[in-house]
């Protein structure tokens, strides 16, 4: 619990920050199907990579800058600890396939993600 499980690169054009990272980095980032919105992913292989995986996503008002997503076993829990210790808590949303996922702001103003993954079947 608690683990940094990608993290997310905001873009004025998913397309062109996509081409970037792959020119300058060797990044390859492929469209995210249960995405409605530009959403591409990038899952580091065996020849490296970002080490982590990342995701490029149309820059919004709350995302300005890289934001980690942090994968927690209950978000609604998280959501309340993240109030009670001075950060801020947001919308929580139900992403088919992937679970249950929201921005939350910390103690010192920095947007965080958090995702409750759906439960992997028996």
Not at 59 to 79: C, F, G, L, N, S
Request: negative net charge; glycine residues 10%; hydrophobic residues 45%.
């Amino acid at each position: 619990m608690g683990k940094i499980v990608n993290f997310h690169l905001p873009a004025d054009d998913v397309d062109r920050a996509a081409k970037f990272y792959r020119e300058v980095f060797g990044w390859e980032f492929v469209a995210s199907e249960p995405s409605t919105v530009p959403y591409l992913v990038h899952a580091p292989g065996e020849n490296g990579g970002a080490g982590i995986p990342a995701a490029i996503t149309r820059r919004q008002d709350i995302i300005k800058a890289p934001t980690p997503t942090i994968e927690v076993a209950h978000i609604d829990q998280a959501m309340l600890d993240i109030a009670m210790k001075g950060g801020q808590q947001g919308r929580v949303q139900d992403i088919p396939g992937i679970g249950r996922f929201g921005y939350a702001i910390d103690s010192e103003g920095n947007i965080i993600a958090l995702l409750e993954p759906v439960a992997a079947p028996s």
